[in-house]
């Protein structure tokens, strides 16, 4: 007959015998001792609180070090923990996110706004840097985007120029006073280069118009 053996353990204030503690609850309390420290918690609870919020302000360097050090040392383990909770949570995640974006809005756009205005240079390198080891992949993007969207970006270029006419045709003219000796150089470079396809297509234009100018 097998008898049934019920491990006991001493309590850690007390020294009463308590039955069947779990060791992953810290050090064993009996009903009693655990009972008067839940009740202590409960009467000091905001003395409690102030004092751990005390102790993490005179602590945070220390903390941070040893959070920055922990992190660095469970790297992987962290890596892989995100992982799987996003993986397994990613219709939440997904709602949380679009909760707090929409309900944070103007405070987003505020401080994307400071960010950009603050690290305009960093973001222009980080751009270029970009478009140029990704050329290749960004042209065929881009390529392909126009291509499945052809009447859409036509429909609205088309509404865009029409509602901005008055802007367009303002800035062409400021750009093209501004940049004048600019395009007149690469307008004599390119005749220069074109010289025989345009000889071509004026003795071609000219032949099909001549009636027309002798009339």
């Given at each position: 007959?097998?008898?049934?053996?019920?491990?006991?353990?001493?309590?850690?204030?007390?020294?009463?015998?308590?039955?069947?503690?779990?060791?992953?609850?810290?050090?064993?309390?009996?009903?009693?001792?655990?009972?008067?420290?839940?009740?202590?918690?409960?009467?000091?609870?905001?003395?409690?609180?102030?004092?751990?919020?005390?102790?993490?302000?005179?602590?945070?360097?220390?903390?941070?070090?040893?959070?920055?050090?922990?992190?660095?040392?469970?790297?992987?383990?962290?890596?892989?923990?995100?992982?799987?909770?996003?993986?397994?949570?990613?219709?939440?995640?997904?709602?949380?996110?679009?909760?707090?974006?929409?309900?944070?809005?103007?405070?987003?756009?505020?401080?994307k706004r400071r960010y950009y205005e603050e690290?305009?240079?960093?973001?222009?390198?980080?751009?270029?840097?970009?478009?140029?080891?990704?050329?290749?992949?960004?042209?065929?993007?881009?390529?392909?985007?126009?291509?499945?969207?052809?009447?859409?970006?036509?429909?609205?270029?088309?509404?865009?120029?029409?509602?901005?006419?008055?802007?367009?045709?303002?800035?062409?003219?400021?750009?093209?006073?501004?940049?004048?000796?600019?395009?007149?150089?690469?307008?004599?470079?390119?005749?220069?280069?074109?010289?025989?396809?345009?000889?071509?297509?004026?003795?071609?234009?000219?032949?099909?118009?001549?009636?027309?100018?002798?009339?």
């Amino acid at each position: 007959m097998n008898t049934l053996v019920v491990e006991t353990y001493a309590c850690s204030r007390c020294g009463t015998e308590v039955e069947d503690w779990d060791p992953a609850l810290g050090k064993p309390l009996c009903q009693r001792c655990w009972d008067v420290l839940d009740n202590f918690e409960v009467a000091h609870r905001e003395a409690l609180a102030a004092s751990r919020r005390r102790y993490y302000e005179e602590h945070k360097a220390e903390r941070a070090a040893w959070q920055r050090r922990y992190n660095e040392e469970h790297k992987a383990e962290r890596a892989a923990w995100r992982r799987r909770y996003n993986e397994e949570h990613k219709a939440e995640i997904a709602a949380s996110r679009r909760r707090y974006n929409e309900e944070h809005k103007a405070e987003r756009a505020a401080w994307k706004r400071r960010y950009y205005e603050e690290h305009k240079a960093e973001i222009a390198a980080w751009k270029r840097r970009y478009y140029e080891e990704h050329k290749a992949e960004i042209a065929a993007w881009q390529r392909r985007y126009y291509e499945e969207h052809k009447a859409e970006i036509a429909a609205w270029q088309r509404r865009y120029y029409e509602e901005h006419k008055a802007e367009i045709a303002a800035s062409r003219r400021r750009y093209n006073e501004e940049h004048k000796a600019e395009r007149a150089a690469w307008k004599r470079r390119y005749n220069e280069e074109h010289k025989a396809e345009r000889a071509a297509w004026k003795r071609r234009y000219y032949e099909e118009h001549k009636y027309g100018r002798q009339n």
